[in-house]
């Protein structure tokens, strides 16, 4: 997979190796090894971070599911997402907290996502924490889907479904994704700062 960079982010990429150090050996080498380059990407990748946005939200832990899912005036509910397989928990009314939006430009599987996040020390946000972004920011989810893969709910048939939300056939919709399988190149994850 190439990813999406303009000649411009090249050009600048380059310009900031070469104030650092970077010598014509360096790229020639680079050019002559796939495996070289795939370790200084690997490097690289190890340091960067991948929050693209955060947003502060309002959860209010004093509400039911039903109450915090109403309230995102979504156009499509999963019938599943109830109080049963997703309990809200929290103390408290009302939390002012600020959510972070990951974004990895790649396929990934969820554990590699949690992993991430703890790495640059956060968590996967909770279906309370997922539906006050949706209060919060309405449009967000017709650019892109939005993975909250702390809650988690076991079905019957033995999969592991996460809320999601989404755009779907021009209506906002509240939906459950596999946690065990690829997450899509556009999707983004929420999470939270550990305390």
Same mark, same amino acid.
């Given at each position: 997979?190439?990813?999406?960079v303009?000649l411009?982010?090249?050009?600048?990429?380059?310009?900031?190796?070469?104030?650092?150090?970077?010598?014509?050996?360096?790229?020639?080498?680079?050019?002559?090894?796939?495996?070289?380059?795939?370790?200084?990407v =690997?490097?690289?990748?190890a340091?960067?971070? #991948?929050?693209?946005?955060?947003?502060?939200?309002?959860?209010?832990?004093? !509400?039911?599911?039903?109450?915090?899912?109403k309230?995102?005036n979504y156009?499509?509910?999963?019938?599943?997402?109830?109080?049963?397989h997703?309990?809200?928990?929290g103390?408290?009314?009302? !939390?002012d907290? =600020?959510?972070?939006?990951?974004?990895?430009?790649?396929?990934?599987?969820?554990? !590699?996502?949690?992993?991430?996040?703890?790495?640059?020390? #956060?968590?996967?946000a909770?279906i309370? =924490?997922?539906?006050?972004?949706?209060?919060?920011?309405p449009?967000?989810?017709?650019?892109?889907?939005?993975?909250?893969?702390?809650?988690?709910?076991?079905?019957?048939?033995?999969?592991?479904?996460?809320?999601?939300?989404?755009?779907?056939?021009? =209506?906002?919709s509240?939906?459950?994704?596999?946690?065990?399988?690829?997450?899509?190149?556009?999707c983004?994850?929420?999470?939270?700062?550990?305390?």
């Amino acid at each position: 997979m190439v990813a999406d960079v303009s000649l411009g982010q090249a050009h600048e990429a380059e310009i900031t190796l070469r104030k650092a150090g970077a010598t014509p050996d360096f790229w020639t080498n680079i050019a002559q090894s796939e495996e070289l380059a795939r370790e200084v990407v =690997e490097l690289v990748m190890a340091v960067v971070s #991948y929050i693209i946005a955060t947003y502060k939200v309002a959860v209010d832990y004093g !509400q039911s599911l039903a109450e915090m899912i109403k309230a995102g005036n979504y156009d499509w509910v999963n019938n599943d997402i109830t109080q049963e397989h997703f309990p809200v928990s929290g103390q408290g009314k009302q !939390q002012d907290i =600020e959510v972070a939006l990951f974004h990895f430009n790649k396929v990934m599987k969820s554990d !590699q996502v949690i992993a991430r996040m703890r790495k640059e020390g #956060y968590r996967p946000a909770t279906i309370a =924490e997922l539906l006050a972004l949706g209060v919060s920011q309405p449009e967000l989810q017709k650019q892109f889907p939005i993975i909250a893969l702390g809650s988690v709910w076991r079905f019957p048939g033995g999969g592991r479904l996460v809320p999601c939300l989404g755009w779907l056939s021009g =209506e906002r919709s509240l939906g459950l994704g596999c946690l065990g399988g690829d997450w899509l190149v556009g999707c983004r994850f929420v999470g939270l700062r550990n305390a």
